[in-house]
């Protein structure tokens, strides 16, 4: 599967601006496994200071954190919803970040574009960012 080419981004400026408003980050598709790069960049977050919250089918504590099964179920703010998930998925998540009406960025990461999704958060009020790791971002800036 090809990746599409982001029409909907951030540039450094306001990627800098949306780490500094972001106390809360949901990661959705947070695997338990070490190996993988959600659980690698969802730990950085969390040492960064960050209260990540994972988002993933099964486990019960990911990382030392409470593990929700969706969006749906996280019962306070969340400020950045960081997507770990296929393209196909992600149209899915935005329309949960709609419906729960706290969330102010959507970030896919690295390999991951929907524009069509992309463009109904930024119509919506939200701050996107596509195809960029939240790790190196962060990293580059910090």
């Not at 969006?71 to 992600?90: A, G, N, S, T, Y």
């Amino acid at each position: 599967m090809e990746c599409e080419f982001p029409t909907v981004n951030s540039n450094t400026e306001e990627l800098k601006e949306i780490f500094e408003n972001t106390k809360t980050i949901a990661v959705i598709g947070c695997s338990p496994n070490e190996e993988k790069a959600s659980n690698r960049v969802a730990n950085y977050l969390k040492n960064a200071g960050f209260k990540m919250v994972p988002v993933y089918p099964k486990e019960d504590v990911i990382l030392g954190e409470k593990v929700y099964r969706s969006l749906k179920e996280i019962p306070f703010k969340v400020d950045m919803v960081d997507i770990f998930r296929k393209p196909d998925v992600i149209a899915q998540v935005v329309d949960e970040c709609i419906e729960r009406g706290d969330i102010d960025t959507v970030w896919t990461q690295l390999g991951l574009v929907n524009n069509e999704a992309a463009a109904k958060a930024k119509e919506k009020g939200m701050k996107v960012v596509q195809n960029k790791c939240t790790k190196i971002e962060h990293n580059n800036i910090f």
